[in-house]
């Protein structure tokens, strides 16, 4: 709990740490002296419900409302250690002021969500659903949320639509007379001070410069080609009468059929709706951002180079004719990929790793080397950051999502055909596979696009570090989804990692070879790649 401490000066009400009561201090707003005396008030203002399916989407509305100072409260992060996951969530319901009903076709029919809506209308906290896909409602759904206004996220970007909803919740925050925390800072002057929920007006960053010189350069450049266009129309223009002779001659030239034709009334709509249909194409076009993508276009998010990967089916795992197949491939079975999505060029790097989370845990060192030594929980960590910064939602590749673009196209062990060489891949050349050759055994990390990519440009989808998948690991592929998602159900403890490793012989570098481990464990074989959802 913490303490509702208002300041004499400015009548503004904060919210304080319990640590920090009876501690002389400055209001951050107005500057007067304050005490820290007041009324507990519980620490989390938001809670985010959610099926874990729609984990991406949570944390970005988490993000959003803490970037604005709101305490929110989401499982699995703040379940305390030990504590049942029942007991937690209904107190941190009863305690929260506000519930974010995160909307899709997995909360629709999620009994716990189910009962996380039934615990907040009984404690009275305002519920916001907010919908991330046009799914109608359950029966028990309908039931308490049919009377309230909806927010809809159906169009991309979410991040917009995100923004959105952090406008409202901060709305009603303040209407219900509650101002969001601001965590201490390390550079304060008065290490006794309480720290102002509300912090002061943010100065102009250097973003907006440089949007102001993009939007000067932009009108700058539109003002020189209507300019050329005026000439060039003003030239057209006194050409225009000897022009109109010259058609006119020729007109006179053609069969009188053929002239009747070419005025005719009919010629004349069609043309018309054509034109008018390829404008309003183009404008459709532009508003919406249709766009067809191909296979391999590339474009960078945040300092990361991603590749498209268009949607499709494929024949997911090995038939049983692939030698070398393991038993945990069973059965070749299709899989629908209906939307394309971002995959990363390349294993994420060292550098990238450190500018988002300022860590080096791997054990081979190298800015342009696969991280490694990153445990499954370690990249959502990651991840969780790389959304926090608001550039797109970010996640791990499912499984199928995975051997789609690791295969692009191809139906044989690899990529490249049906062996590859050490010169195509970094993976212990020990060993052979079918009718392959040994070759070097580096014992390490080689930097991420040493080796020429698959047919859809990415690079290292064999070998050099096995990749996190979100998929929970099952021994056989009995019962997977068939759409593409990750399999959520847990059949035990471990995730899937895929693509094999350095160290590993080229059996467990196959498009189809899979291996589970752990969601704690660390070692200089594991590394990932993220997606970028459209």
Same mark, same amino acid.
């Given at each position: 709990?913490?303490?509702?401490v ?19 201090g ?29 984990q991406a989407?949570a ?13 929110? @409260?989401m ?6 250690p ?9 107190g ?9 009903l !995160? ?13 996380? !809506? ?11 659903p ?35 909803l ?12 509650? !101002?969001?925390?601001?965590?201490p800072?390390s ?6 001070s309480?720290h ?8 102009p960053s250097g973003?907006y ?24 129309l003003?030239?057209?223009a ?5 022009m109109v002779?010259?058609?006119g001659?020729?007109?006179?030239t ?8 070419f ?11 054509t034109? !008018? ?12 951002g249709w766009?067809?993508r ?5 474009s960078?998010?945040?300092?990361? %180079?991603?590749v ?13 004719s ?23 060029k390349?294993e994420?790097?060292?550098?990238? @790793?450190q ?24 990249c ?5 950051r ?12 499912t499984e199928?999502? @995975?051997?789609?673009a690791? %295969?692009?196209g ?12 050490p010169e195509?891949?970094?993976?212990n ?7 392959? %050759? ?13 080796f020429r ?6 690079y290292?989808m ?10 929970? @690991? ?7 989804p068939?759409?593409?998602s990750?399999?959520?159900?847990p059949?035990?403890?471990r ?6 490793s350095?160290d ?6 196959r498009s189809?070879?899979?291996e589970?481990?752990?969601?704690g464990?660390?070692?200089g074989?594991?590394g990932f ?6």
């Open positions: 709990m913490a303490l509702a208002t300041c004499g000066g400015c009548g503004r009400t904060f919210r304080v740490k319990e640590e920090y009561r009876g501690r002389h400055k209001c951050q707003v107005c500057g007067a002296d304050m005490v820290a005396e007041g009324d507990h008030v519980p620490d989390h203002d938001v809670f985010i419900s959610h099926s874990h399916h729609d989407a944390h970005a509305i988490g993000n959003a409302l803490e970037s604005r100072q709101i305490r929110c @409260w499982a699995p992060r703040d379940v305390p030990g504590a049942t996951w029942s007991a937690a969530i209904t941190a319901i009863s305690e929260c002021q506000m519930m974010v !995160v909307f899709s076709s997995h909360s629709n029919h999620s009994g716990e969500v189910l009962r996380e !809506v039934t615990c907040a209308v009984d404690n009275g906290v305002v519920i916001i907010f919908r991330i896909e046009d799914v109608e409602m359950s029966k028990d759904m309908k039931y308490f949320l049919a009377p309230l206004h909806w927010l809809d996220a159906l169009t991309p970007p979410l991040a917009q639509h995100v923004a959105k952090a406008q409202r919740v901060e709305s009603l925050l303040l209407e219900k007379g509650r !101002v969001p925390a601001k965590e800072s550079g304060a002057e008065d290490a006794a309480p102002a929920e509300e912090a002061p007006p943010p100065r973003n410069i440089k949007a102001f010189l993009a939007a000067a350069r932009f009108l700058l450049s539109m003002v020189c080609l209507l300019g050329h266009c005026a000439r060039t003003l030239a057209a006194r050409s225009l009468p000897a002779r010259s058609f001659n020729r007109v006179r053609l069969p009188s059929a053929a002239r009747s034709l005025f005719s009334p009919r010629v004349r709509t069609g043309f018309i709706l034109v !008018v249909f390829l404008v309003l194409l183009g404008t459709a076009s532009y508003v919406f766009s067809a191909h296979a391999g276009e590339e960078i998010f945040d300092e990361i %180079r991603m498209w990967i268009p949607p499709g089916e494929f024949m997911m795992s090995s038939p049983e692939e030698p070398e197949r393991d038993g945990n491939e069973r059965p070749l079975h299709r899989v629908a990929i209906s939307r394309g999505f971002w995959l990363g390349y994420v790097t060292q550098a990238q @790793w500018a988002v989370m300022a860590g080096a845990p791997s054990k081979f060192k190298g800015d342009t080397l696969p991280v490694e030594c990153v445990s499954w929980d370690d959502h960590e990651f991840i969780w790389l959304n926090a910064k608001g550039e797109g939602l970010f996640r791990l590749p199928a999502e @995975w051997e789609y690791c %295969r692009a191809t139906t044989t062990p690899f990529a490249f055909g049906e062996t590859i060489s195509q891949a970094n993976y050349g020990d060993g052979t596979y079918w009718n392959g %050759r040994e070759g070097v055994y580096r014992q390490q990390t080689t930097p991420v696009g040493s990519p698959n047919a859809w440009g990415l290292d064999h070998g050099n570090v096995c990749e996190w998948c979100q998929d929970w @690991w099952h021994d056989t592929y009995q019962g997977a068939e759409d593409g990750a399999w959520e159900s059949a035990g403890e995730r899937v990692l895929r693509g094999g350095w590993d012989t080229l059996r467990n570098c189809a070879a899979r589970p481990d752990t969601p464990s660390r070692h074989a594991l790649r993220v997606v970028r959802t459209p």
